[in-house]
């Protein structure tokens, strides 16, 4: 009998294999308690300056066939190098980082370097392109979260990833920057590209928020700007589990819908998603009095940072901090899924990435930021870790390449689903559960499982059970006669609580939902800005030198 018994579980957990190998759900494919490096002596260890571990966190990934390249910006002192790789490897391992293009470009914890070298500072984000280079955006500053030190000025180095040398450095012109300029994401924009520096590359500002774009073919830049990038007090607070922390960065998710031309971005201090399309950045420096014509994707139910877009249908992945998962919402159809929820292994996702090397393939980075911000770190749990995790048409074997779906116009709001399974209260999706031995799918039907994951204004249907948001277009809001720090300035306690905010209050941001009108190609009205808005603006394209 215990024979038997023992035969009959040998089947069954063959047979679970068999499915974990099909649908293998969320993976960690690297995962650290501390980070640590391969210094070149050991006394490099030994200096707090040079190296604390408890200091040290990752914000920004890239992935190719064999090494996964990792950004550890200077948010805190004793962050050694701030570029870093580690082999591909096994799935769990916790590897050593490699500095990265090698140790002469950190310059932590030294004085005998010159902006000008070819150091790395402090780089939160860094992206591959199509001609096999490495894309790193250096803020230049120093201990961001602390003293705030403005090292050197932002500057992009290009890496080529067959030698790791570096093929071209691109400095900033100083009018495009602030005075607390702090580049911390970027895309680079490859669409039109006839050779490898045809390109346009996309640039966050997250402390003097604004978008920075560069024409990488006239080596020229410009500054755009607009208030759905700054943050927003009410949602200065974040929650994660019983976590509380108050930061208050304006924009900082950034991704590119590639097919259809649009450009997602999102602050921290917000629960908004936006849109602007890549013809609307590329065409240049706004003439005074305009405004850049952004649109409002719609809500999410928390905070969140990392964004991507999926390869096969170009839905929108995100992350809501307070739900520590990773979810998508279908731009065309308004389907929404809950890709993968885990309470330890998906607290605070900061970057979300697609691979070349793998196509239908995320990574995305869930470092516990949490955690080290508000010092109160175990070193003795999993602080840093890469994910990985394959979308369901990559998995369904029925999706050989992307798929091409109808555009979502930026002008245009897409028509209304008409089958019930696509609206706004009844949702379908699939959890992973980290916690359970098997790959759980579920269909959800209650109406209120998803609601508040993401709410697209734009796509509501006669079938949603509330109308979560009025929208009137009410055309451009007097600053002065209704400001959002009137109340915080009447000595509201801050920052204000979420429970207390009036949904159905009409926002000047709530105002840029799309309306049926002409494609995001064709030009779009003038739109003219506040004037105390105005006096931020700067309308030149500025020449690199």
């Known amino acids: 009998m215990q024979q038997l018994f023992a035969t009959l579980l040998g089947l069954l957990l063959c047979s679970q294999f068999a499915v974990w190998a099909q649908s293998p759900g969320l993976q960690v494919a690297k995962q650290w308690k501390l980070l640590s490096y391969n210094f070149e002596s050991p006394t490099q260890a030994s200096d707090p300056n040079f190296y604390n571990p408890q200091n040290v966190l990752i914000t920004g990934i890239a992935v190719t066939d064999d090494r996964i390249f990792i950004a550890t910006p200077k948010l805190f002192s004793g962050v050694s190098s701030t570029v870093n790789w580690v082999p591909k490897g096994k799935l769990g391992e916790s590897p050593q980082l490699q500095a990265y293009p090698d140790w002469s470009f950190s310059n932590t914890a030294r004085s005998n370097f010159n902006c000008s070298d070819l150091i790395l500072t402090s780089v939160y984000r860094l992206r591959i392109d199509s001609c096999n280079r490495l894309w790193l ?244 749990e999993f602080n840093n870790r890469i994910v990985r995790l394959e979308l369901s048409g990559a998995r369904t074997g029925g999706i050989k390449s992307p798929l091409h779906t109808l555009p979502l116009s930026l002008a245009t709001a897409p028509s209304a689903p008409s089958a019930p399974a696509a609206h706004n209260s009844i949702l379908h999706y699939g959890i992973y559960n980290q916690h359970s031995q098997s790959h759980v799918h579920s269909t959800q039907t209650s109406p209120n499982a998803l609601q508040t994951y993401f709410t697209s204004p734009a796509l509501t249907t006669p079938l949603t059970t509330k109308t979560p948001y009025k929208y009137e277009n009410a055309g451009i809001i007097n600053y002065g006669v209704r400001s959002p720090f009137t109340a915080l300035n009447q000595g509201e306690a801050f920052p204000p609580s979420k429970a207390n905010r009036d949904t159905y209050q009409r926002s000047y941001l709530d105002t840029l939902v799309s309306s049926p009108g002409p494609t995001a190609a064709a030009a779009s009205p003038s739109i003219t800005a506040p004037t105390s808005y105005m006096q931020r603006h700067s309308g030149y394209y500025y020449h690199h030198h």
Not at 252 to 279: M, W
Not at 319 to 327: D, R, V
């Open 137 to 380: 955006l250096d803020a230049g500053v120093s201990r961001s979260l602390e003293d705030y030190e403005i090292t050197c000025p932002p500057k992009i180095l290009v890496v080529d990833l067959n030698t790791d040398r570096v093929v071209r450095r691109i400095d900033f012109p100083p009018e495009v920057l602030r005075g607390e300029t702090l580049f911390t994401n970027m895309v680079i924009d490859e669409t039109t590209a006839k050779s490898c520096d045809d390109v346009f590359v996309y640039i966050t500002d997250t402390v003097e928020p604004g978008i920075i774009v560069y024409d990488s073919s006239k080596d020229v830049t410009w500054r755009l700007s607009h208030p759905a990038m700054y943050p927003d007090p009410d949602f200065a607070q974040s929650e994660i589990h019983n976590d509380r922390f108050v930061l208050m960065d304006g924009v900082v998710g950034l991704t590119f819908d590639e097919r259809n031309g649009i450009v997602y971005f999102q602050p921290l201090a917000t629960d908004r998603v936006f849109s602007v399309h890549k013809n609307v950045l590329r065409a240049g420096p706004l003439a005074s009095g305009q405004m850049l014509d952004v649109k409002l994707v719609g809500k999410k139910s928390s905070q969140g940072i990392g964004l991507a877009v999926s390869p096969f249908d170009s839905s929108l992945i995100f992350s809501p901090l307070t739900e520590t998962a990773l979810a998508s919402w279908n731009p065309t159809t308004n389907q929404q899924s809950v890709l993968a929820q885990d309470r330890d292994r998906l607290q605070f996702v900061a970057d979300i990435t697609t691979t070349r090397s793998e196509p239908g393939v995320i990574y995305a980075i869930a470092s516990k930021f949490h955690r080290f911000f508000l010092k109160n770190l175990n070193a003795n």
